[in-house]
């Protein structure tokens, strides 16, 4: 059955520092991954798609079919990421969910 | 956004009474989804259609109806809410792009069963 595992409930970084969120997924078939961003009680928003290969808002993540991980990254954090960050797994033309991580970024 | 519209926005309602929750979409998507977002669960998938009439379980159905008479309407019932089921809850449609089909939300329904 397809899953998706976000190991940290909350990640807290300071201003500048590199962030890895990390993403893990179970799938027989060919894997469709996506990041989507949800800023306080707001809409999700799609942040990545690994099939585009783009870089937003200075966030990567890149598929690693070997380690069954598409962990987000990115390289200076700065204080508007603060959101709660979902991995998602597309299968047919539906996404399940990981339960995501809460990023907070001090100054 | 997409051209999803959600209604209510926030309702807060008793135990055993009845809630349908509206999602419309302005812009002939085929796919519609019904979510909820919960602490620790992330969102899961409630209902979802493909079409006029077609529509098929999710993960979390229990308790759940739906119906899509419109291509641009998919309404969710609570057929007897229960305290359980106070959630956000997000409509979502599917698009075609470039890049393939993306799975975009609307802003999200704020259900309290008290």
């Known amino acids: 059955a397809q899953r998706v595992t976000q190991p940290e409930k909350l990640l807290s970084v300071f201003k500048g520092a590199p962030v890895e969120l990390k993403c893990n997924y179970s799938y027989s078939g060919s894997p469709e991954l996506f990041w989507y961003v949800q800023y306080s009680r707001q809409r999700l928003q799609l942040l990545l798609r690994h099939i585009s290969r783009e870089s937003i808002k200075g966030f990567t993540a890149d598929l690693n079919k070997g380690e069954t991980s598409f962990h987000l990254k990115k390289p200076f954090a700065q204080e508007e990421d603060s959101a709660m960050y979902y991995c998602?797994?597309?299968?047919?033309?539906?996404?399940?969910f990981g339960a995501g991580t809460i990023l907070r970024v001090k100054s | 956004d997409a051209g999803i519209t959600q209604s209510p926005r926030h309702k807060v309602t008793e135990t055993g009474t009845p809630v349908t929750l509206r999602c419309h979409q302005t812009?002939?998507?085929?796919?519609m989804y019904w979510y909820r977002q919960d602490p620790g669960h992330g969102l899961r998938l409630i209902h979802y259609?493909?079409?006029?009439?077609?529509?098929d379980k999710g993960e979390v159905s229990d308790g759940y109806s739906v119906s899509r008479s419109k291509t641009e309407d998919f309404l969710l019932t609570l057929e007897s809410a229960t305290s359980s089921q106070t959630s956000v809850y997000f409509c979502?449609?599917?698009?075609?792009?470039?890049?393939?089909?993306?799975?975009?939300f609307g802003e999200g329904s704020w259900l309290t069963v008290v």
């Open positions: 979502a449609i599917s698009q075609s792009d470039l890049s393939g089909n993306t799975i975009y």
């Open positions: 998602a797994l597309k299968y047919g033309n539906k996404l399940v």
């Open positions: 812009e002939n998507h085929r796919y």
């Open positions: 259609s493909y079409g006029v009439k077609d529509t």
